[in-house]
């Protein structure tokens, strides 16, 4: 896929900008603090619909403003395609496929995939683990656009089961408090009860889901990381799922839903929330048999990383048939000239590559005679 424009109106600190893209790579060069990643992020918002800075949309309208607008051209190897994603103050968003407004945020997810690689990606391996269950499930709904309608189902089954073991655990508190004469309702437990039932499907569903994309995913990270470290270290990728289940079976893996949710029952009522359920899933980065995360160097966690980045884009190709474009924040300079050679070598021209950096020294004369080269400064 190919990315022509992108316009942007009232976003983060550009009031009005069009951006034609005529290479397949682009540099954008600028000091700090001028919009070259705000410029990543509007692309990485119309591939996905989040941005990984920030999760409030009054922080992407211009300042002043009460809406901002992103809209792009893109070339598919099936024909055209018109995106506009409207963002307000008030959190509503509107968007538009081809000038239609679509009902559904999923019909508009999987035009346009990008994998993003920024020096906040390392917190993929260093973070904690909400870091690295957004990562599979950006990667899953690009993949999979139905996957967001799943996810966003499981938490509001999440959010309304809380809710109600909230209103137990006060109720046992007010119990406890002679002054107050409560009821115990046994109408309540039949309505958990219906609950665990949607929290076990909603659940599988998910958890089933990042259990796959993981499996596919890993044999391509382990190629990519054992060329960048020169065959020297073994990768190994573990999905911790809180929900532990064997056979990739709906109801085998429901059930072992119910039975966990049974084990702990009496924990969810004391804590007053839900303690089962993807919400609570992981995954383990190994390398030469010890997690990364706590015995990894930097250097080492920076290889994982780009290997997991390399990883996506082939999968993203090989199940979208298309190249997705691959957005690179600032960390080429990041990386040592070996590690940069390595990826530099991995796009070539196969992927469209849009990368920020502040000086152009750390890209040799055969790149920047081939790129296009954007300079920013103060949103323009
Ligand atoms: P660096 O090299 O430091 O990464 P950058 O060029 O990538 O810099 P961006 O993150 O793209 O910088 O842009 C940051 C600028 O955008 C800051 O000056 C910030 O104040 C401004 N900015 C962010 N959000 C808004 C907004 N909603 N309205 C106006 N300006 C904004
Ligand atoms: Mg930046």
New binding site residues.
Partial sequence: MYLKTVQLRSF??YREQRVNFDSQKTIIV????????????AVELLATLKSHRVSRD???????AASGQILAALERAYGQAELALILRISGRRTVILNQEPLRRQMDFLGVLNAVQFSSLDLDLVRGAPDARRSWIDTLLIQLEPIYAHILSQYYQVLKQRNALLKKFRQREEDNLNPEIIVEQLPSDISQLKLWDVQLAEAGSRVTRRRARVLERLTPLAQQWHSNISGKTEVLEIKYIPNVSWTEDDPLEVKQAFLEKIEKRRMAEQQLGTTVVGPHRDDIEFIINHTPAKYYGSQGQQRTLVLALKLAELQLIEEVVGEPPLLLL??VLAELDPNRQNQLLEAIQDRFQTLI?T?HLHSFDSGWLKSSQILS?EA?E
């Fill in positions: 983060r600190n600028g000091n700090n603090a001028q919009g070259k990643s705000n410029l990543l992020e009054r922080d992407l309208v211009l300042e002043g924040d600032d920020t502040t920013v949103g």
